[in-house]
């Protein structure tokens, strides 16, 4: 199958991740994936439809974990062991080299490397992820015009059909594509499916009965329709059936090509499940051996990493400078020690706050939509515990016998704050709208007991605390921002978070739940980032905090070489 080059607002094949949206294995299919299966996967990236390269397997089954930037002991954070190389490529990233001139071979050859390396990443870490066909708007100008052309191509081939004697070009050519398309679905035991194919849809056979006016075009569309039923997943025994309810030739053929369209991405979807396991097996290896083929073919590709960490090691080096100022007796002749591992570190935490307008570090573009994800919903959980503190502290008393309180406040919040991130959401309408709710919910359980309802003036000042969080230096705002940012960091330097969580900061119990499942999610996304380039980022590290003896090393290997 060719692929078309089309841009990125085109029709085809797109991966989509929809719960659900991946169709279960078919009956002909349930051995052995046929491994070229993937060069139906078509990934837009960049602007670029590629296919994925058949190479990509390996017969490995084993993958080698390097070494990574965290490690519990005390040693790793010294300088021996960010000058040492006892890596070997292609574990370890390769050394810098001088700028040079790309030509467009390179850049396309970057580019594939880009697309299945951004591919394989995103099938094996996202269980949801799958192919689905689309097809361009019905009022769009493409869409007309592909009508069009549709409808004069079946009109054609109609009036061939209806002609005396009928002429068969067109169709035969037709037949022949569909048993190709047949042939593609096979795996490489059946045999016997395989020769039945080919015989009944001869090409040659059928220009010679052609010749005498003995071809039975309705006869061999009937067994097209019987051995896509057996190929097919469950999923198309409906549009089998109505295939079979069919009697004009022309729109048998027409919805024949349509769902062999369908069945192709139900192939690849089913080949996409079968590698999965393989893949994430072998993920940490091939990852980082596809980003150094990258960084080879385009040398700048970690300058926005270079500068993620140094922006980093800057915030760390002021940090400590505020340290210093607020004790008399520190002495700040010193040279400050910087812990490579909490660098990197309070890089990843940055991520949180990451404006997502700007270009994301390069090792961590295959991650980029789930850590925007996980931006969105810690923002809407800081909201959330905002204005739980914010109630408690105005109106606790009155909410402390409030069966489910916290729950009640997490269904109407979090409806509300849908697309908070969106430039139009109108945050403070938003806040207006939870404050309303709460007064209510308050109100009702206080006349259910028979107590007093809030004041008017208390009702105002409550709606008026909550709506004040959109403010850009609010205390409680901060204050909550900071214990969030004080839980992630501590869940990053547990050594194992599946076994435990940190203790969960005061002011943030109401979303404890939630909070900890992101966290999970994001120690996930981290973990996994420092195996595949812990070794680039140990590089840059070296570099930036160790730059006499980064030189010394370059000396070293230029005099040996």
């Known amino acids: 199958m060719d692929v078309p080059e089309e841009d990125t607002n085109s029709p085809g094949w797109v991966f989509k991740s929809e719960g659900g949206s991946c169709v279960r294995p078919w009956r002909a299919l349930c051995g052995t994936a046929r491994g070229s299966g993937l060069v139906y996967c078509v990934n837009k990236v960049k602007g670029f439809r590629m296919p994925l390269n058949d190479d990509q397997n390996s017969d490995s089954d084993s993958s080698r974990l390097s070494e990574s930037t965290v490690s519990s002991s005390d040693t790793e954070y010294s300088r021996q062991s960010f000058n040492s190389d006892s890596s070997s490529k292609p574990s370890s990233p390769a050394s810098a080299s001088p700028p040079k001139v790309i030509t467009f071979d390179e850049l396309m050859a970057a580019t594939r490397n880009l697309s299945n390396w951004t591919l394989a990443h995103e099938i094996a870490v996202n269980a949801n992820f799958c192919i689905k066909h689309e097809d361009y708007p019905q009022n769009s100008f493409a869409g007309t015009v592909k009508q069009i052309v549709h409808k004069a191509f079946w009109d054609h081939l109609e009036s061939e059909l209806n002609e005396d004697p009928p002429e068969y070009k067109h169709a035969i050519k037709l037949f ?276 007093p309802t809030l004041s008017e003036e208390m009702q105002s000042n409550l709606m008026g605390q909550i709506a004040h969080i959109v403010e850009k230096n609010n205390p409680v705002c901060s204050l909550i921002d900071k214990r969030i940012q004080l839980f992630m960091r501590s869940l990053l330097a547990l050594p194992s978070f599946q076994k435990c969580m940190p203790t969960m900061p005061g002011g943030l119990s109401v979303i404890q739940r939630e909070i900890e499942f992101l966290g999970s999610q994001y120690a996930s996304i981290v973990n996994f980032n420092k195996k595949v380039y812990g070794p680039f980022y140990a590089n840059i590290l070296r570099k930036l905090l160790f730059p006499e003896a980064a030189m010394e090393k370059t000396e070293a290997e230029t005099s040996s070489n």
């Open 176 to 451: 022949e594509e569909i048993k190709e398309i047949l042939l593609s679905f096979l795996t490489p035991g059946a045999n016997r499916i395989h020769n039945q194919i080919c015989e009944v849809l001869d090409t040659d056979l059928i220009r010679q009965q052609a010749e005498h006016n003995a071809v039975d075009i309705p006869g061999l569309a009937n067994y097209v329709i019987n051995t896509m039923g057996k190929l097919c997943a469950p999923i198309r025994d409906n549009d089998i059936k109505q295939l079979k309810a069919t009697d004009n030739i022309v729109e048998l053929l027409r919805q024949i090509f349509r769902v062999l369209d369908l069945m192709k991405v139900d192939m690849a979807n089913y080949t996409i499940k079968s590698l999965r396991p393989y893949l994430w097996h072998n993920l940490v290896d091939y990852e980082r051996t596809k980003f150094q083929e990258i960084l080879e073919e385009t040398p700048s590709a970690l300058n926005l990493t270079t500068e993620w960490i140094k922006e980093s090691i800057e915030d760390e080096l002021s940090s400590i400078s505020d340290e210093s100022s607020s004790c008399p007796g520190a002495d700040s002749s010193s040279k400050p020690i910087i812990s490579p591992t909490l660098v990197l570190n309070n890089g990843y935490l940055k991520l949180l706050q990451w404006d997502y307008c700007k270009t994301i570090p390069e090792t961590l573009i295959t991650d980029e939509v789930r850590l925007q994800e996980l931006r969105e919903k810690l923002n809407q959980l800081k909201v959330i515990a905002c204005v739980s503190l914010i109630t408690n502290n105005m109106v606790g008393a009155a909410v402390v016998d409030v069966p489910d309180f916290t729950d009640h406040l997490k269904r109407i919040s979090l409806p509300l704050l849908e697309g908070m991130n969106k430039k139009s959401f109108d945050l403070k309408e938003a806040l207006n709208a939870i404050g309303i709710q709460i007064c209510s919910i308050v109100n009702k359980s206080l006349s259910e007991r028979g107590l």
